[in-house]
């Protein structure tokens, strides 16, 4: 049996210490197969994406028991092949791409990283891959858009080839028209690259499109985890995500 | 009823001098505002935040405004100077902007910020100024005002952030508010309650709102009557709940492009602009042939 992608076991995340410690997520279990796209939804505060940067190694304040197909993690350091296994994109493409590097910069220096050669034909590649185009190669990022921004974010990501992406509220920061592009663009790499999703986001009807399975965070706790056969339905049990729903207002909106 | 329209503009444009040339950022638009939620939807770009800080006369130079009416109550404000701006400006319209983060001055409590912004529109004593600041705190249903009063931004959540902005500029009882995306910064769950303290109070008080947003399905919920901007001009104006009657293709395509819970899809439909709809002739009737309150 192949284990599954990401597996998560009694992850407790906190910050501070007594008597200011804040736990963030209180012992969440989650696992997620391979090819399998999981979406955690919640409220800011909820400890979502706290689970999502506790995963990356940006947190090294948790317990539990981690892994990321088959191999454990420890602490807060990551090993080369745990990156080229797990890329993570941010929520704010206006934040996360250095100003003054240029799209190529920030390709090849990922790549050099990842200690992967031929690397002028995998940028062209990367920026075919992800919608852009050769002629972006040498822009900076106050040349481009915010759907171009993140798309260049998704780039970086694949340029290590990982099977895991970590994606904290991928298209929040940008329009609904963009948002429609992103999400398309994910859909088409996820099954051209074979790739796992594990989305962050608080918007259902964006997990409710992009995802098999989530999961409902409150105050650090999963409440509920559930198909999204079942959120379409309506079918979800606690009474939570039941008025997540009804706000999101995503159900018969038009009407 | 048959009052005259809060606001009423004709022919509105923003340019901003560029290496280009001139950018327009709105090119002109009309629309009157009565005692109705006016949504103003559109794409980051779109000309929506710039029309709505031109009406506050807060576009600062190079920038330009120019319209061929723009009155509030029969009164030109077009370009007035900034001293008469001023008695204007938080008084009579005021304005909600998108993060109280940025917004709210941190280094002063909660309370002072809010008597020190009253007090400057109202002549009325230190004391009178604290308790309309507790009352304003409590219409925005903040339970415990007299904590809040004393507190610092950083203190407080967004979204009590965001009610503290809204008691602020209530406070002098304006008879117009503009919201420029006073909830994006919010989560859904405190967003409704945001949304429904301020309906509330822009119904009992019978305000003029003119909400700005990108969010179609909100401004559906929200909204008397929506104008559609694209590329500074305003493509359709349509009555809220008929936003998914929308003829013009821009419209549609906006809405298509929205996941939905109720109605799974492969892909989502992308909009495909046109450049005929920079410059084409406009679906939107004339925003003078529909005022709400009548001319």
Request: aromatic letters at 4%; charged letters at 25%.
């Amino acid at each position: 049996m192949t284990p599954p992608m990401l597996a998560i076991r009694d992850l407790n995340v906190w910050f501070g210490e007594p008597p200011d410690r804040v736990d963030a997520v209180k012992s969440a279990d989650i696992s997620v197969a391979q090819g399998e796209s999981f979406g955690l939804v919640g409220e800011s505060g909820s400890g979502k994406s706290t689970i999502l940067r506790a995963v990356a190694g940006l947190i090294d304040s948790w317990s539990g028991d981690l892994q990321v197909a088959g191999l454990k993690v420890r602490g807060a350091r990551r090993d080369r092949q745990f990156f080229k296994t797990v890329q993570m994109v941010f929520q704010d493409p206006y934040a996360s791409l250095h100003p003054r590097h240029s799209v190529d910069a920030v390709l090849s220096e990922t790549l050099h990283l990842q200690g992967i050669g031929n690397v002028d034909q995998r940028i062209n590649k990367l920026l075919d891959d992800v919608g852009l185009g050769r002629s972006f190669r040498f822009r900076y990022p106050h040349q481009l858009s915010g759907g171009q921004r993140q798309r260049v974010a998704i780039a970086r990501a694949l340029a290590a080839e990982p099977r895991l992406l970590l994606l904290d509220e991928p298209t929040s920061a940008l329009d609904v028209s963009v948002q429609a592009e992103i999400l398309n663009l994910l859909s088409d790499l996820r099954a051209e690259h074979d790739l796992t999703y594990l989305m962050v986001t608080h918007d259902l009807a964006v997990v409710g499109h992009m995802c098999d399975r989530i999961a409902v965070m409150q105050h650090g706790r999963l409440v509920e985890e559930l198909p999204v056969a079942d959120l379409r339905r309506g079918a979800a049990k606690a009474e939570y995500t039941r008025g997540l729903i009804e706000a999101s207002g995503s159900l018969g909106a038009t009407a | 009823m048959t009052d005259a329209p809060l606001l009423s503009v004709r022919n509105l444009r923003v340019t901003f001098p560029t290496r280009q040339g001139l950018f327009q950022a709105v090119r002109g638009i009309d629309f009157d505002l009565g005692r109705e939620r006016l949504g103003v939807v559109g794409e980051s770009g779109s000309g929506k935040s710039m029309t709505g800080r031109s009406v506050l006369g807060l576009i600062r130079p190079p920038g330009r405004v120019e319209a061929d009416r723009m009155e509030f109550q029969g009164q030109s404000i077009l370009n007035l100077s900034e001293r008469r701006m001023r008695k204007i400006r938080g008084q009579r319209i005021s304005m909600v902007m998108q993060d109280p983060k940025f917004s709210l001055n941190p280094v002063m409590t909660v309370g002072r910020q809010i008597t020190e912004a009253y007090r400057l529109h109202r002549r009325v004593s230190r004391a009178d100024a604290h308790a309309k600041a507790i009352e304003m705190l409590r219409a925005v249903q903040i339970r415990d005002p007299e904590r809040v009063m004393d507190s610092y931004p950083h203190e407080v959540s967004g979204g009590m952030g965001q009610r503290i902005m809204i008691a602020m500029m209530l406070a002098p009882d304006p008879e117009i508010l503009i919201a420029d995306e006073p909830t994006s910064a919010l989560d859904v769950s405190v967003r409704n309650e945001v949304l429904s303290i301020m309906d509330n109070l822009v119904r009992d008080r019978g305000m003029g709102l003119i909400f700005i947003s990108h969010d179609l399905n909100m401004v559906a919920q929200f909204c008397d009557r929506v104008l559609i901007m694209y590329a500074g001009r305003i493509v359709e104006t349509l009555p809220a709940r008929e936003l998914h009657k929308a003829r013009h293709p821009y419209t549609q395509g906006l809405l298509a492009s929205l996941p939905r819970l109720d109605a799974p899809q492969d892909r989502l439909p992308v909009l495909t602009r046109q450049d005929s709809w920079r410059d084409d002739d406009l679906i939107a009737p004339r925003a003078d042939t529909d005022l709400p309150g009548g001319l």
